[in-house]
């Protein structure tokens, strides 16, 4: 049965959707339409159609008019992060229901996400799976195995550290600015608190952060205006930290770290995840992907190292084919969803939780203490 997609917002991940689903035709995946309203982002993406071979997609300006085509069963939403709320309200409360992969994060508040979990709890027949595409990473997936094996025993303290690049270039500069993308540790760090949950299997309690931005974007200036009685011309400088550490505790009595640097391009490994437990450790590195385990007793030579694939993988794209299994398994919930089948495997519990640690996280680093996650979404 062919699952019809749309996908609103065309930039660069808007596009690697585009791709995955190319590669999903036999599984009966077929996109019919697209909405943008940068003209350029359209022109890409069907440049990109075409070299895909992909049949005639449908152009609209906004996501509303998709939704009223009636040509869709399934929306990618993948438009910049402070659009997510009104484009997710406006399809779950849409008379004909549409299935929905939302990229993350869900919404730059925590506030907004709470609304978007409510208004889907009373449409149950309208699917919604939050884009934490890292969880599918084979390295990541293969050390989250292991770790629900119970090979290391009981999890203690989970340390990631992501090295990497700085934030890329997207369309008008929407992610320079914490107004538009709900911080560097909701817009990029989400992912790293949503596996930190998996891997502690635990809720957050608290969180302490520190960070700034010392490095990136101190030197880009941005025009900006605001219309009042008289047009006020100013300059913007970005506002968005390059770097930081947060120390999260969970309800289990578990610890998870994160250490974040976006001005290192000079590292062998962008992601590297260490879960230790009372018996043994484990590690994860990407995009070298492997895996290492070790038990106490066993000592430093008794660490194995194994290759972590997915032979599912038709597409590696932009995070070594996490998407493309995310899109797979994804697709499996809508086929099964007529006949009662299984929810999507990121529900929206997950993306509001991923999102409040993040803005945990921001405002202990403005307060400078640490801030609880009751706090947050009782008054985010």
């Excluded at 940068?38 to 008019?65: T, W, Y």
């Excluded at 659009?83 to 907004?112: A, Y």
């Excluded at 994860?284 to 070790?294: D, H, M, N, Q, T």
Aim: proline residues 4%; contains cysteine; neutral net charge.
């Amino acid at each position: 049965m062919a699952v019809r997609y749309g996908i609103v917002g065309v930039g660069m991940m808007g596009r690697e959707h585009m791709v995955n689903l190319s590669h999903l035709r036999g599984e009966g995946a077929v996109l019919t339409a697209i909405a943008d309203p940068h003209l350029h982002s359209v022109e890409l993406a069907l440049d990109l159609g075409l070299s895909l071979n992909l049949p005639s997609i449908e152009v609209f300006s906004g996501h509303r008019e998709l939704l009223d085509s009636g040509l869709c069963d399934v929306v990618v939403v993948s438009s910049p992060n402070m659009t997510h709320f009104e484009i997710l309200m406006d399809i779950i409360k849409h008379p004909r229901p549409h299935h929905v992969l939302v990229e993350k994060p869900l919404c730059t508040t925590v506030q907004d996400c709470r609304k978007v979990v409510e208004a889907a709890q009373r449409r149950p027949g309208v699917l919604v799976q939050v884009g934490l595409e890292y969880r599918y990473m084979p390295p990541v997936a293969k050390l989250l195995e292991r770790v629900q094996s119970g090979a290391i025993g009981q999890v203690k303290m989970v340390a990631i550290r992501e090295h990497r690049f700085p934030f890329l270039v997207k369309v008008r500069n929407w992610n320079r600015f914490n107004s538009n993308t709900g911080g560097t540790l909701v817009e990029k760090c989400c992912h790293f608190f949503d596996l930190m949950r998996l891997f502690a299997a635990a809720n957050p309690v608290r969180v302490m952060a520190s960070g700034s931005i010392d490095v990136n974007h101190k030197d880009e200036v941005y025009d900006g205006k605001i219309l009042t009685f008289t047009i006020k011309i100013w300059k913007q400088v970005p506002d968005i930290i390059d770097n930081a550490y947060v120390i999260v505790e969970f309800d289990n009595g578990s610890r998870g770290m994160l250490d974040l640097c976006m001005f290192a391009e000079g590292s062998k490994n962008e992601q590297e995840i260490s879960v230790v437990g009372n018996i043994g450790k484990g590690e994860a590195f990407v995009p070298e992907s492997i895996v290492r385990v070790g038990i106490r007793s066993e000592g430093r030579t008794g660490v194995k190292t194994l290759q972590a694939q997915d032979k599912r993988i038709k597409y590696e794209g932009l995070h070594h084919g996490s998407s493309y299994l995310e899109h797979l398994d994804f697709l499996a919930a809508v086929k099964a969803h007529g006949s009662g089948g299984a929810a999507p495997a990121v529900d929206l519990r997950d993306g509001l939780l991923s999102v409040a640690m993040g803005v945990a996280g921001h405002l202990s680093i403005e307060k400078g203490r640490f801030v609880t996650i009751s706090e947050v979404l009782s008054n985010h």
